[in-house]
């Protein structure tokens, strides 16, 4: 199983731009196709991206397409959102996630998650 650790996040204004990062513990994590999820206050967690393993698909939120990009290094076991033209509700603790669910936007399918990183976007 993979230790996730999420950094990156921060306060940013109206249509601004972030990058987040997800390190990963152990030799396995190419092994798993790796998600982001969110979660704003009073609000259920949810599915932001994903990527395969490969780095051959991704997969995004209607919400967030066109906006924000997911991608990793298998090499460095670190995986990455970026995320440009931001906006007011896209503010929410935004966590990485492992699984072996290709194309899942489903968070039971994921079974590592870090501890999530705080993004906060001013109007």
């Known amino acids: 199983q993979v230790q996730l650790v999420e950094s990156g996040g921060g306060l940013v204004q109206d249509g601004g731009s972030l990058r987040l990062s997800c390190a990963a513990s152990?030799?396995?994590?190419?092994?798993?196709?790796m998600g982001w999820f969110r979660q704003a206050p009073g609000k259920e967690r949810e599915f932001v991206a994903q990527i395969s393993t490969n780095v051959d698909r991704a997969y995004y939120a209607g919400s967030v397409k066109g906006r924000f990009t997911i991608s990793r290094d298998n090499a460095k076991n670190t995986v990455y959102l970026q995320m440009n033209s931001l906006k007011p509700e896209d503010t929410a603790v935004y966590y990485c996630?492992?699984?072996?669910?290709?194309?899942?936007?489903?968070?039971?399918?994921?079974?590592?998650w870090g501890q999530g990183t705080q993004v906060t976007v001013s109007s």
């Open positions: 152990g030799r396995t994590f190419s092994s798993y196709a």
């Open positions: 996630a492992s699984t072996t669910v290709i194309g899942s936007s489903n968070a039971r399918h994921y079974a590592a």
